[in-house]
Antibody, heavy 119, light 107 residues
Framework: EMQLLQSGGGLVQPGGSLRLSCAAS????????MTWLRQAPGKGLEWVSA????????YYADSVKGRFTISRDDSKSTLSLQMNSLRAEDTALYYC????????????WGQGTLVTVSS | DIQMTQSPSTLSASVGDRVTITCRAT??????LAWYQQKPGKAPNLLMY???SLGRGVPSRFSGSGSGTEFTLTISSLQPDDFATYYC?????????FGQGTKVEIK
């Protein structure tokens, strides 16, 4: 069974850092682009960042560019999101998701992990 | 960025009703549109992709149509398990963007 299991998250003060992880199983992780998305409390979905397969090219939403870093470790089938200089507006449920080849939709999602930025 | 607008924002319906949700894009996105279902406390689940292709394991009462800037998601006969929030998402142009969601409630 294909699965994405997330860890990390929690409460952090403004300006602080946090690292999210997403462990993949049941599929060949290295063959798929991966993304992070988020959903602020009671709000809709927002794409945050993506990483490709072949050359690990990375992409970021303007709202997180320069503060967040996406990475992948294909040997461990793990996706990560390093979040620095966190702001109150980064408070959200964060999801990792798998992208089918040459597509732009998400066919497998993690369970979500909550990040709360508050003093 | 391409803006996606869904209507209605909330929809009240009864079991057995035919339900239609509309999604409009500010630019031509061809058929590069997906639909997701999200239940409270859960991650979204892919329903449709390429505007009209059914996701894996999705019941056939769900269907999608449209191209260009206007799209619809139809549930032919609403079931108790279908009460949820539905999102459209375009993947024609980066950044891929979502509609604001349509909540389907019990009437």
């Amino acid at each position: 069974e294909m699965q994405l299991l997330q860890s990390g998250g929690g409460l952090v003060q403004p300006g602080g850092s946090l690292r999210l992880s997403c462990a993949a199983s049941g599929f060949t992780f290295s063959s798929y682009a991966m993304t992070w998305l988020r959903q602020a409390p009671g709000k809709g979905l927002e794409w945050v960042s993506a990483i490709s397969t072949t050359d690990d090219t990375t992409y970021y939403a303007d709202s997180v560019k320069g503060r967040f870093t996406i990475s992948r470790d294909d040997s461990k089938s793990t996706l990560s999101l390093q979040m620095n200089s966190l702001r109150a507006e980064d408070t959200a449920l964060y999801y990792c998701a798998k992208v089918p080849p040459d597509q732009g939709f998400y066919d497998l999602w993690g369970q979500g992990t909550l990040v709360t930025v508050s003093s | 960025d391409i803006q996606m607008t869904q209507s209605p924002s909330t929809l009240s319906a009864s079991v057995g009703d035919r339900v239609t949700i509309t999604c409009r894009a500010t630019q031509n996105i061809r058929s590069w549109l997906a639909w997701y279902q999200q239940k409270p406390g859960k991650a979204p689940n892919l329903l449709m992709y390429d505007a009209s292709s059914l996701g894996r394991g999705v019941p056939s009462r769900f269907s999608g149509s449209g191209s260009g800037t206007e799209f619809t998601l139809t549930i032919s006969s609403l079931q108790p398990d279908d009460f949820a929030t539905y999102y459209c998402q375009q993947y024609n142009s980066f950044p891929w963007t979502f509609g604001q969601g349509t909540k389907v409630e019990i009437k």
